[in-house]
Antibody, heavy 123, light 107 residues
Framework: EVQLVESGGGLVQPGGSLRLSCAASGFTFSDHYMDWVRQAPGKGLEWVGRTRNKANSYTTEYAASVKGRFTISRDDSKNSLYLQMNSLKTEDTAVYYC??????????????WGQGTLVTVSS | AIQMTQSPSSLSASVGDRVTITCRASQGIRNDLGWYQQKPGKAPKLLIY???SLQSGVPSRFSGSGSGTDFTLTISSLQPEDFATYYCLQDYNYPLGFGGGTKVEIK
């Protein structure tokens, strides 16, 4: 079964840091791009960023709202994806999802998604 | 950044109704668009990719259409399990962008 499980969420003060993890199983993790998406309480979905695979040099892309503060990385030997979040702001409070990027004939999609982990930024 | 405008933001419908949700991109995105369903407290689920390709395992009452700037998700006969929030997502270029969502409620 293809599965993604996030961990590492919690309460952090403004200006603080937190590292989220996403453990993958049931597929060849190293082949896939992987993304992070977040959802503030009661709000819609917001794309956070992407890491490409080794074949594409593990390059990354970020939303403007997190660029320079968040870093996406991966460890293919551990089938794990990470989101390092620094200089956290109250507006970063959200459920954070990891998602596998599927691809075919140049089209991409997110499937599956993890169950999400809640990050609360508050003093 | 490409803006994705979804409409309506919410709708009320009855079981068996035909439901149509639209998504408009602020510039052409070919057919690089997906549709996702989210139920309360759950992760989103892929329904449609490449604007009109049905994801494996998704019921055939769901369909997508469109290209360029205007896209549609149609549920041909609404079922009780379809009451949820639906989002479009453009993956034409970075930053990727979701529509604001459409909440489908029971009439």
């Amino acid at each position: 079964e293809v599965q993604l499980v996030e961990s590492g969420g919690g309460l952090v003060q403004p200006g603080g840091s937190l590292r989220l993890s996403c453990a993958a199983s049931g597929f060849t993790f190293s082949d896939h791009y992987m993304d992070w998406v977040r959802q503030a309480p009661g709000k819609g979905l917001e794309w956070v960023g992407r890491t490409r695979n080794k074949a594409n040099s593990y390059t990354t892309e970020y939303a403007a709202s997190v660029k320079g503060r968040f870093t996406i990385s991966r460890d293919d030997s551990k089938n794990s994806l990470y989101l390092q979040m620094n200089s956290l702001k109250t507006e970063d409070t959200a459920v954070y999802y990891c998602a596998r990027v599927g691809a075919e004939l140049g089209y991409n999609w997110f499937d599956p998604w993890g169950q999400g982990t809640l990050v609360t930024v508050s003093s | 950044a490409i803006q994705m405008t979804q409409s309506p933001s919410s709708l009320s419908a009855s079981v068996g109704d035909r439901v149509t949700i639209t998504c408009r991109a602020s510039q052409g995105i070919r057919n690089d668009l997906g549709w996702y369903q989210q139920k309360p407290g759950k992760a989103p689920k892929l329904l449609i990719y490449a604007a009109s390709s049905l994801q494996s395992g998704v019921p055939s009452r769901f369909s997508g259409s469109g290209s360029g700037t205007d896209f549609t998700l149609t549920i041909s006969s609404l079922q009780p399990e379809d009451f949820a929030t639906y989002y479009c997502l453009q993956d034409y270029n970075y930053p990727l962008g979701f529509g604001g969502g459409t909440k489908v409620e029971i009439k």
